[in-house]
């Protein structure tokens, strides 16, 4: 549906029109440059003339390039995250890599024209180049991710997170060491703990020692993060294009929709007898606490839940049928459901128990940066987050493992099938429509 747009804007740049823009189109033109740098080399190489060049055929493949790339580079994420865990074999690396690969949401734009598999490819370069300490180079690819999706700067102010979570870490041990407590825990979650790690942040951030610090080793992120700003100022907001249907708001919800998506993808993880077991445990020992959140969850669904144009509109998108049968079926249903959400996010802090606790806040600032800002509902948005969450939780068993790759793969086939074979038509128009996420 959107290569209606992307594939003509391809083409006019293969022709060398780099002045004519579709303003129906809101992201930078990453897509279309990378296009242009690999077809025409590749034309010239192979001695492809005429309509070969920059076809549709064509252009899709350069997303499948950015697939194999996508591959490997969750590979070696995985295998850096998790380096200190031996107990893990390489069949279980490889397995895990393979099912994050053909993770649905993100597999099924392979073979479209579409920014998402540049987007993730630059973005978890970007995060594996942080990682191994080349912040250059990472702050150079995030740059490269911002040109594919402007929110992609949320992953490099992550990736600038990840080494000021790693000194913050470091600080808090010593912290702890010289009032001879035995280790940092980020499992216990009380009030006076809470009170503890804000002191200390305040602490460690009014030092102009610490400052000047991290400043030294984030100032290429810094650099790129001013950058944004820059193009935010100049351009007027974050949007080029087509504004009207991209405006910014505090839609709090997203982030109950994330997290039902995320317990959805990962239920062999999340949904288990021992974590729902542990859940009501909680419950039980802390009522006061949960009944709090289930109160400003309350609040936030009530004030704060936006429903976009295209939302009730585009009936090709199954977030469309999502929203038609679950949350229309009445009123009460979105704030039914709060149970559900706080299991979700109760779930999904669990699995990052292993995370220092200043990885865990910073990611979590991240999330609702990328998340709640959105008006639309768009599965597509949740990708990098589920990812980047996915590569960073315990490996699982064995056979958790495998029900996640063939639950992927069936939802794979299903929604294949459903693209290739379930087409229709609207009354108003002879073109072809498709379900699609």
């Known amino acids: 549906m959107d290569e209606a747009f992307h594939v003509p804007q391809a083409q006019a740049y293969c022709h060398g029109r780099f002045l004519q823009w579709d303003p129906m189109i809101t992201t930078l033109p990453g897509l279309y440059l990378v296009s242009v740098g690999v077809v025409k080399p590749a034309a010239w190489l192979f001695r492809w003339t005429g309509s070969v060049v920059c076809s549709v055929g064509m252009l899709r493949f350069i997303n499948l390039l950015f697939s194999a790339g996508n591959f490997y580079l969750l590979y070696l994420l995985l295998l850096k995250i998790h380096l200190k865990n031996k107990a893990v074999s390489a069949f279980q690396r490889i ?69 000021v979570a790693g000194k913050l870490n470091e600080a808090w041990k010593t912290e702890l060491q010289k009032k001879k407590d035995e280790k940092i825990s980020s499992k216990k979650g009380s009030f006076s703990d809470f009170i503890r790690i804000l002191q200390f942040l305040i602490k460690y951030f009014i030092s102009p020692k610490n400052l000047v610090t991290l400043t030294a080793l984030t100032w290429p992120y810094i650099i790129l993060v001013t950058v944004f ?11 080029v294009g087509d504004r009207s249907s991209h405006e910014a708001c505090l839609h709090f919800p997203q982030l109950f929709y994330f997290l039902s998506f995320t317990v959805f993808f990962s239920f062999p993880h999340l949904l288990t007898p021992a974590k729902i077991r542990n859940f009501l445990l909680s419950l039980q020992k802390h009522p006061v606490q949960y009944s709090l959140i289930a109160i400003v969850s309350l609040f936030l669904i009530w004030k ?39 299991f979700a996010g109760w779930s999904f802090a669990d699995t990052l128990k292993s995370k220092s606790i200043f990885w865990i806040l910073m990611y979590f600032v991240c999330l609702l940066a990328v998340t709640v800002p959105q008006k639309l509902l768009e599965f597509r948005y949740f990708i990098l987050p589920f990812l980047i969450y996915r590569l960073n939780i315990p490996f699982s068993s064995l056979y958790r493992q495998l029900l996640e790759l063939a639950f992927y793969i069936v939802v794979n086939a299903v929604t294949f099938y459903f693209f290739l074979n379930r087409t229709f038509q609207w009354p108003n128009s002879d073109e072809i429509q498709r379900f699609m996420w």
Not at 230 to 235: E, L
């Open 229 to 239: 700003f820059v193009f935010v100022f100049i351009n007027g907001g974050i949007v």
């Open 95 to 163: 397995l895990s890599t393979l099912t994050l690969a053909v993770f649905p949401t993100l597999y099924f734009f392979t073979f479209l024209y579409y920014t998402d598999p540049g987007s993730v490819f630059f973005t978890l370069f970007a995060y594996l180049m942080c990682l191994y300490g080349n912040h250059k180079t990472s702050a150079l690819l995030g740059f490269c991710g911002f040109m594919f999706r402007q929110t992609n700067i949320v992953w490099t102010v992550f990736c600038a997170g990840n080494v």
């Open 304 to 342: 704060y839940t936006y429903v976009h144009k295209y939302l009730l509109a585009d009936n090709r998108h199954y977030t469309f049928y999502v929203w038609r049968k679950v949350f229309q079926r009445h009123e009460l249903v979105k704030y039914v459901l709060v149970p559900v959400y706080i």
